[in-house]
């Protein structure tokens, strides 16, 4: 809004210049404003496309290390199960061993 605000002021006051020099000085002023105007948004634009890529790619690899995890929890939780189904045989085949033994005696 300011650049527009400002370009607008510049271009009346070329307007009501009451020569041609002054109102070629004061168009080449405004344009001089304006173009420095779109340098400043221009630069403005390159960095904040650079910030975006750079949070793209931070997502993307937080993406990544979060699907990691889960592979890892889900390997994990089964390895877990596999091993509380061995200990659950296990305890029983102590049980069983332990109730022929006393049958014995």
Known sequence: MK?????VLLLSMAAS????????LA???????????????????????DAK???DARLAD???AAQRSNDELAAAQ???????KA???LSTALSDAWKRKDATQ
């Open 87 to 89: 200990m659950d045989q």
């Open 3 to 7: 650049v527009l605000a400002l370009g």
């Open 53 to 55: 890529k750079q949070a």
């Open 27 to 49: 168009a080449q002023m405004a344009y001089q404003q304006g173009d420095a105007q779109l340098s400043q948004a221009n630069e403005r634009l390159r960095q904040a496309q």
């Open 62 to 64: 937080a993406q990544a």
């Open 78 to 84: 089964s390895v877990q199960d596999a091993a509380r």
């Open 17 to 24: 210049a009451q020569t041609i020099d002054e109102q070629l």
